[in-house]
């Protein structure tokens, strides 16, 4: 007979979850598997078949959209988006057998706070990608990526900025009525609904 687990509010019934650090509010959806040691926040929404990995930390109102796997050593900011089918490496160099690696060797990934990764986009291992910035779908993130930048292709480069909103910003001032200026490489908010 198989063995019963324990009925979990916003946990569908055909999903996996080992960690016991789930956040309130959270659902995580069919065939979704949380594993043991992952940390996932309130509020969240894991959809169907996504993986988490032990050692993985998700923020609060944090979206994992169908099918993404997310790998040890990433850490997801809160109100992050991830597309479906998004995808994230942990190891530049993976091999199998005799020469595989262990977590201590993996190279950590960080999404920042609010920031949108498009469906089928790649981000590999080592790089962050700053708050509130936007990869576009089916782009491949070979470095950092600043904040509230808009990247898109393979290897991933800027073409332009979004707001907070998610609206692209032509000029420093966005529609939503907040502003920006130049920080670095990307941009900070200097006015506006916070």
Request: charged content about 20%; aromatic content about 6%.
């Amino acid at each position: 007979m198989a063995a019963r687990r324990k009925k979990r509010d916003g946990v569908h019934p055909l999903a996996v979850v080992e960690s016991d650090a789930i956040g309130p509010g959270t659902r995580v959806w069919a065939f979704a598997h949380v594993m043991k040691g992952a940390r996932v926040g309130a509020r969240c929404n894991l959809g169907e078949g996504v993986f988490v990995e032990g050692g993985v930390v998700v923020g609060d109102d944090v979206t994992i959209k169908n099918g993404v796997a997310v790998y040890d050593r990433v850490t997801i900011e809160d109100q992050a988006f991830i597309g479906p089918h998004a995808v994230f490496t942990n190891d530049r160099r993976p091999r199998s057998g005799p020469f595989k690696r262990g977590p201590a060797q993996f190279a950590p990934t960080r999404i920042g706070r609010g920031a949108t990764i498009g469906a089928n986009a790649t981000v590999v291992c080592g790089h962050t990608v700053g708050a509130y910035a936007m990869v576009g779908a089916g782009a491949v993130v070979t470095r950092d990526v600043p904040p509230h930048a808009l990247v898109v292709g393979v290897p991933a480069r800027p073409v332009g900025f979004v707001c907070a909103c998610g609206d692209d910003l032509r000029r420093l001032r966005c529609r939503c009525g907040r502003g920006y200026r130049r920080q670095g490489a990307g941009l900070t908010q200097v006015s506006g609904p916070r």
